[in-house]
């Protein structure tokens, strides 16, 4: 069986002096192997072929029969490494965190421990006849992060 390390260390090395990341690699039944990457300006189909060529070339099918999937990672797909929050930075996106809350917001920044959204909420001052709209900052620990998306929205 192809083992998931080795994939990811093809994919590295081939993709270490670009700004292209790994954001996830799997290895399945049947040495079905899914890559995903991504690119701060966007993944062209042309990079996936050119990448799966570089890990077919490291792989032997002589040795091993595998079925090989080389993409970006989705535009809806949860975010799973650090480098899709800084891509999304100043992007609205969705939190789901573990205790079942979602948030929407605009996100403003992250560090290892935390992301800063921005979220805009009704409220109705002490004394006034209609709510209205403030902006506040919301910290959410990663370790209270269930998942984050990008939100897609056509206006």
Known sequence: MILKET???IVEAYIADTDYYLVDTKVGTNNHITVEVDHFDG?????CIELTR???QKLNRDVEDYELE??????????KVLKQYEKNIGNEVEVMTKDGKKLVGILQGFDLEKII???????KPEGAK???TVTEDTEILFQNIK???????FK
Do not use: C
């Open 54 to 56: 570089a890990i077919e």
């Open 147 to 153: 998942t984050t998306k990008y939100i897609i929205r």
């Open 70 to 79: 080389v993409s970006s990672a989705g535009l809806t797909s949860p975010f």
């Open 43 to 47: 993944v062209s189909l042309d990079f």
């Open 130 to 132: 209609r709510k209205i």
């Open 7 to 9: 994939v990811s260390e």
């Open 117 to 123: 959204l921005q979220q805009e909420k009704q409220v």
